[in-house]
């Protein structure tokens, strides 16, 4: 089952970000705290993580 995920505001200066790579792929199972891709900002390279539950 797919769903449609937002990128977080990472940061309360944050107003632009760019997906830098996937950690998961197409089809895997997700489960809440995991990681699930890299997000490019002006200052930082974070890891996001599935807040999902």
Do not use: F, Y
């Not at 200066?13 to 997000?39: H, P, Y």
């Amino acid at each position: 089952m797919s769903i449609q995920i937002l990128m977080p505001a990472l940061s309360l200066t944050m107003t632009e970000g760019n997906l830098a790579r996937w950690i998961k792929k197409e089809g895997d199972v997700v489960k809440a705290g995991q990681v699930i891709a890299e997000i490019e900002t002006d200052k930082a390279t974070i890891l996001w993580t599935d807040v999902l539950k």
